[in-house]
């Protein structure tokens, strides 16, 4: 696509549910990379993805939150049994290839944790 | 990780006037870039520059890696560029540090 979009642009759920993000990255860019921003704070690298391949998950929090991306286009951010703390922007980002040239940030999805 | 210190955190500036916007950091980058969150929250890539100057229009920037400071100036401001300055770097892997911010607003 033209950009990389996220969704659902808003997500609002009760404590203990699950919620899945959604992020579609830029046709062709190799490596994507999620990132969770709190309120006043610049954004924080949870994991990254080159393909299909996760390479590096050093900034996930706990085993709550995993993410995925099977066919090394579309990536799915999960967080389990959410808790009140999980309430932030989770933005995805996508780029060509490695270095940060051409990164590109999506809209990002607002969850709130209630 | 790299720590990157933005300045300053707050700025209100009447419509045409200038700013300088800085960004210090902790080790040597291999990227650098300035973004611009709007009000709706979109993350805007500005400029790309691990080292040297660029403009863009009314927007410049120039990095002294040698001396780790970068600068964003912003000149004849508009009520658009409102909104949250982020710095961030990048150095051997793949994750950028971000700063906290600049958020500056532009009063017609």
């Known amino acids: 696509g033209a950009g990389v979009s996220q969704s659902p642009r808003y997500k609002v759920t009760k404590r203990g549910q699950d919620v899945a993000l959604r992020c579609d990255p830029i046709?062709?860019?190799?490596?994507l990379y999620w990132y969770r921003q709190a309120l006043g704070q610049g954004p924080e690298f949870l994991t990254y993805?080159?393909?299909?391949?996760?390479?590096?998950k050093s900034g996930l929090p706990n085993d709550r939150f995993s993410a995925e991306r099977p066919e090394g286009s579309i990536s799915t951010l999960t967080i389990q049994r959410t808790e009140q703390r999980d309430s932030a922007m989770y933005r995805c980002?996508?780029?060509?290839?490695?270095?940060?040239?051409?990164?590109?940030f999506g809209s990002g999805t607002r969850l709130t944790v209630v | 990780g790299i720590q990157v210190e933005q300045s300053p955190p707050d700025l209100i500036l009447q419509e045409g006037a200038n700013s300088t916007l800085r960004c210090n950091f902790s080790d040597s980058v291999n990227n650098l870039q300035w973004f611009h969150q709007n009000p709706w929250g979109q993350l805007i890539n500005l400029f790309y520059i691990p080292s040297g100057t660029k403009q863009n229009g009314r927007l410049s920037a120039t990095t002294v890696a040698t001396e780790r400071y970068s600068l964003l100036y912003i000149s004849s401001s508009q009520t658009t560029d409102s909104g949250v300055y982020f710095c961030a770097v990048l150095n051997t892997g793949n994750q950028f540090y971000f700063g906290t911010g600049t958020s500056l607003t532009v009063i017609p």
């Open positions: 980002a996508s780029s060509p290839g490695q270095g940060g040239y051409g990164y590109t």
């Open positions: 993805f080159n393909y299909e391949a996760q390479q590096d």
């Open positions: 046709s062709g860019h190799v490596s």
